[in-house]
Every structure is written in structure tokens, then in C-alpha cells.
């Protein structure tokens, strides 16, 4: 549990059923611009971020099959085996975006039964209806149900977005729990007060969070998406809950949608570029998250590979210009960065400069707008600059201070190389130069080829040759 003065952040996290594609990575690099903001002001965060791994049915809808389920069908695979390799997948990714871990990744299917408590009281409460196709909360119970998205709310219930569910009192009304259908043995499956079955999807975050952060925390992120379905739920459920009159939470931030062609990316809707499509096409995770930043959290961003080939571009200039100044000053607070800057006027200057931009609601463009300039101006000192770009990407995250243009270029580096390589291009060099002594130059330019398909560059210069990878 956060201490008073700790922020508890709460993010919905993916639905482990397929690998994250390059949307995804959108709601938690803004979650981890947040949590840097925050950092930057001084202020501790504890988050956590679901994961997803039972109750989210296909569609969003209250019935139909577990989307975990109808996977694991597809995949002949365990269930387990399909949250287990698509959590890891959306670790490894989080971890290549620069993404700081969360302090806690909650499983659904590890509290069910604190979601079965949780369905109980509201039925104790008097807020649910039981149908034979679930538990359903009474949405009309709510006062200020919907408020989050503005919603209409009498539109919203006799609205087209839900699916026919008979009996169903108000199409706003959802699942709490998820019998089985009769004859219909589900994979995951709980014994409850309404029969076997799963939880509804809204349950494990109103739960988990409660239990992690505390009944009222400070901030819950997430898609746009969620703004008009799932979180109006998860509010409705969670303040009937507490049954406090107090907000559940405070603050609440969605992203926009990374569109392709304004079309939404979903992963329901076909293959969709993942992160490690963009690498295997030569582009580097620093880039994506550039590209990423480049565009305000609250607008939709228009995914092409013109614009991520500029953001790839740019993050190669901004690595070739930062690399001589390193090492940079370590800086994540607002604070330590006034005080190396000390009563240097130009450099206080662009910090202001920064602070302004990320205090108007995560405003990353213009930090990049800033680092940019600041590069660029000859009234800033080099040990100005460090601090600026030290200051910059405690904000952005970009690793400024330690990424390699070779990393960026995806050039492997000598290093990497097994021995038995490297000592096979020392001798095809050694041979080189004896054919060019010998005066050989068809097999010196033969070699040279053969060089060069290992991605080696030979070079001659007055001291002999020197090579490197290209
Ligand atoms: P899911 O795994 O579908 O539950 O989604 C995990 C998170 O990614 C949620 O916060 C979604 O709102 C968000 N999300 C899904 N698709 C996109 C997208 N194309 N652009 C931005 N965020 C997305
Ligand atoms: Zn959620």
C-alpha cells in the first residue's frame, strides 16, 4: 500500500492472448512519462499493471468465450502456456521501449476469490440482478454512471453498443460473474455463490487495485477505448462498493489510439505490426518510442513508416550530437537539475523551458522541441547542454546518455562477435595485405568481397588496414 505520500498509479494492463502490437506500447509509454513527470517533481509512485489473463471475454462483450480460451484453442496450448508467453512478450517489449517496470503485474486469475467477495457485497448491497447468463450489476443504481465519458446516459442505455443479452434490465447493466452455460465446461473455471464460472472483465481491476493501492488512489491510465466501457464500469462497481459518496479515484488519463490510415489498430483485426517487426525492419525501439513522444498523448497518432523512419533519423542526429558530451549528469528531479545549473542563466532557461512543457499535461513534443534547440545554441555551455539533455530525457526516456549510434544503426559490435569470427576476419585481412604486397589484386579485391559479406569494412590508411562492422 502507498504511503500518504506516494502517488498510486493504477494501469490497465494487456489482455495476454496474442503478442502486444506497436498500439500497445502507446498507453504505458505515456503511463511512464507520467511516473518520470512525477519523479521530475519530486514525487514517489507505486504502480501496477494488470495482466489480464481470464475474464476478458471476445468482443468486450458479457458473453461469449474467454478470449484466453478461444487462444489457447487456436494454439493448442494450455491457457497457461498462452498467458505465460504473451505476459512475457509484453514484458520483453516494455523493457526495449525503456518502459520502467511496474512495482506490481497482478493476475487476474490469482484473485478471483477476492472478486467473488467483491461480487457478493455488491449483491448484499442490493446493486445486482442475477440472470441465467450472469450476475449483473444494476447500472441505473448508479448515480453517476457514465459521467467519466460524458456520456448520455439514457442514449447509452438503450444505445447499440453491447450485445442482446435477455433479461438484461438496462444494455448499460454488465457482468459481475459469468456462470457456465449449461453443458459448457469452461477451461478457467470458480466455484461461486452464482455457479461455476469466470468473473466478469471490469472485477480484476476494481479489485486489484483496491488491494495494491488502497480503496482511493490517485491515478488510473489507459486507452480511449476504455474511457466508455470499461472504466465507467470499473467506477460504477468500485464507488458502490466503498458506498463513501467520495470519487473512487482522482485523476484519470486515456491515450489516444495509434491509428493506421485512422483506422484502428486491433489486435482482434488481423496482424498488426509489433514492436519487433519495426527492429527486425531496422529501426530501433528509441526510435519507436521517439516517434511516440513526437505526438501529444491526447491525439491521435497516424502510424507510417515515413514518420518512423524521421523519428529514426532523428534519434541517429540526436545520439551523433549527444555522444561527445557524455557522460551526462545524473538528473530525474526537477530540483537537482536547478542545482547544477547553478546561476547559469541560459541553461536555467531551457530547464524552465522543460518543466513548463511536461507541467502542461505531458507536453512531450515541445521537450523534444527544446532538446533539439538547445543543441543547436551557441549561448549554452557544454556543460550546459549535458544538463539540458540530461534534464530532457529524465522526461523522455530516450537513454540519451548511454545509447550508441552503432545501437541505433543496428551495427553489431566487435564485441558481440564469437571469437572464432573475429579471429577468421583477422586472418582474412592478414591474407589481404600479403596479396596486395604480392602485388595479388584480383585476390586482395576477392577478399575484400568476402569481407564484406561478413558486414566487414576494410580500410587502408598509412599504417596498415583497419577494419570495422559495418
Ligand atoms: P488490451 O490488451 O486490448 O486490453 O489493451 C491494453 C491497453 O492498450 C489498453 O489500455 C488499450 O486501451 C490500449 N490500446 C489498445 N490498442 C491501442 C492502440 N491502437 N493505440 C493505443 N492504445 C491501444
Ligand atoms: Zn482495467
Not at 92 to 120: K, L, T
Request: glycine residues 6%; aromatic residues 8%.
Amino acid at each position: 500500500m502507498p504511503s500518504k505520500s506516494t502517488v498510486g498509479l493504477y494501469s490497465c494492463g494487456p489482455t495476454v492472448y496474442s503478442f502486444p502490437h506497436l498500439g500497445h506500447m502507446r498507453p504505458y509509454v505515456l503511463a511512464d512519462t507520467l511516473r518520470r513527470a512525477l519523479a521530475w517533481k519530486g514525487i514517489e509512485v507505486r504502480q501496477v499493471v494488470n495482466i489480464t489473463d481470464v475474464g476478458h471475454a471476445v468482443a468486450d462483450s458479457d458473453t461469449g468465450e474467454d478470449k484466453l480460451e478461444v487462444a489457447a484453442a487456436r494454439e493448442l496450448r494450455s491457457v497457461e502456456e498462452v498467458a505465460a508467453m504473451y505476459t512475457r512478450a509484453f514484458l520483453e517489449d516494455m523493457a526495449a521501449m525503456n518502459v520502467q517496470p511496474a512495482d506490481e503485474y497482478p493476475r487476474a486469475s490469482a484473485y478471483v476469490p477476492e472478486m467473488i467477495e467483491f461480487a457478493s457485497r455488491l449483491e448484499e448491497l442490493g446493486y445486482t440482478y442475477l440472470l441465467p447468463s450472469g450476475l449483473y450489476f444494476d447500472t441505473s443504481k448508479s448515480p453517476g454512471y457514465g459521467t467519466l465519458a460524458l456520456m448520455d446516459i439514457a442514449g447509452q442505455r438503450e444505445g447499440e453498443r453491447v450485445e442482446l443479452v435477455e433479461g438484461r434490465r438496462h444494455k448499460s447493466d454488465f457482468a459481475l460473474w459469468r456462470p457456465e452455460e449449461p453443458g459448457k465446461r469452461r477451461v478457467m473455471r470458480w466455484e461461486s455463490p452464482w455457479g461455476w464460472g469466470a468473473p466478469g472483465w471490469h472485477l480484476e481491476c476494481s479489485v486489484m487495485s483496491m488491494l495494491l493501492l488502497g480503496d482511493h488512489f490517485d491515478i488510473h491510465t489507459g486507452g480511449i477505448d476504455h474511457r466508455e466501457l470499461h472504466h465507467v464500469n470499473e467506477i460504477a462497481q468500485s464507488e458502490a462498493y466503498l458506498g463513501d459518496g467520495q470519487p473512487w479515484v482522482r485523476y484519470w488519463l486515456h491515450n489516444e489510439f495509434l491509428v493506421i490510415d485512422s483506422a484502428k489498430i486491433a489486435k482482434s483485426a488481423g496482424p498488426v505490426p509489433r514492436l519487433a517487426d519495426l527492429v527486425a525492419s531496422g529501426f530501433h525501439p528509441m526510435a519507436y518510442r521517439l516517434f511516440l513522444l513526437g505526438g501529444h498523448y491526447r491525439s491521435q497518432l497516424d502510424f507510417t513508416m515515413a514518420a518512423v523512419e524521421a523519428a529514426q533519423a532523428t534519434l541517429r542526429r540526436l545520439v551523433t550530437r549527444v555522444e561527445p558530451l557524455r557522460p551526462l549528469p545524473s538528473v530525474s528531479t526537477l530540483a537537482e537539475a536547478v542545482t547544477l545549473a547553478g546561476d547559469n542563466p541560459a541553461t536555467k532557461a531551457y530547464l524552465d523551458q522543460i518543466d513548463a512543457a511536461i507541467s502542461t499535461d505531458l507536453a512531450t513534443p515541445r521537450i523534444l522541441a527544446t532538446l533539439q534547440e538547445s543543441l543547436r545554441d551557441p549561448a549554452l555551455t557544454e556543460s550546459g547542454q549535458r544538463l539540458v539533455v540530461a534534464a530532457a530525457d529524465a522526461l523522455l526516456g530516450l537513454r540519451l546518455g548511454s545509447l550508441e549510434l552503432r545501437e541505433v544503426e543496428g551495427r553489431a559490435s566487435v564485441a558481440d562477435l564469437p571469437a572464432d569470427e573475429v579471429a577468421r576476419i583477422k586472418a582474412l585481412v592478414a591474407e589481404r595485405t600479403q596479396a596486395r604486397v604480392a602485388k595479388n589484386w584480383s585476390r586482395a579485391d576477392e577478399i575484400r568481397t568476402e569481407l564484406e559479406k561478413l558486414n566487414v569494412q576494410v580500410t587502408d590508411t598509412p599504417s596498415g588496414p583497419v577494419w570495422e562492422l559495418r
